[in-house]
């Protein structure tokens, strides 16, 4: 079994910052792309960020300039530096990973979410 366990989320005031970590583990040959998603209330899941293996990160317009996105692969972890906070960014977030199983079956995992909020 493959598993992805989120931690770092809370509430803060706007302007500050918080930092998202979620390990991957269980039955892994190799990740691929690794990923930020995130939801509020009453609106459509969007992608806040992806780092691909050995390619360009990517980041949403609304986040640019104050999100990071980063990963340890010695540590199966991927890393979400958010700065500037603001309270548009109130959100369930969720990491997301392309594994490759020692089965060889490439498939997408999801961690159950950890929630942010901004008061204003």
């Known amino acids: 079994q493959v598993r992805l366990v989120e931690s770092g989320g809370g509430s803060v005031q706007a302007g500050g910052s918080l930092r998202l970590s979620c390990a991957a583990s269980g039955s892994i040959y190799s990740i691929d792309a690794m990923a930020w998603y995130r939801r509020a209330p009453g609106k459509e899941r969007e992608l806040v960020a992806s780092i691909p293996s050995g390619g360009s990160v990517n980041y949403a317009d609304s986040v640019k300039g104050r999100f990071s996105i980063s990963r340890d692969n010695a540590k199966n972890t991927v890393y979400l530096q958010m700065n500037s906070l603001k309270p548009e960014d109130t959100a369930n977030y969720y990491c997301?990973?392309?594994?490759?199983?020692?089965?060889?079956?490439?498939?997408?995992?999801w961690g159950q979410g950890t929630q942010v909020i901004v008061a204003s």
């Open positions: 997301n990973a392309r594994i490759l199983d020692r089965f060889r079956n490439w498939d997408d995992y």
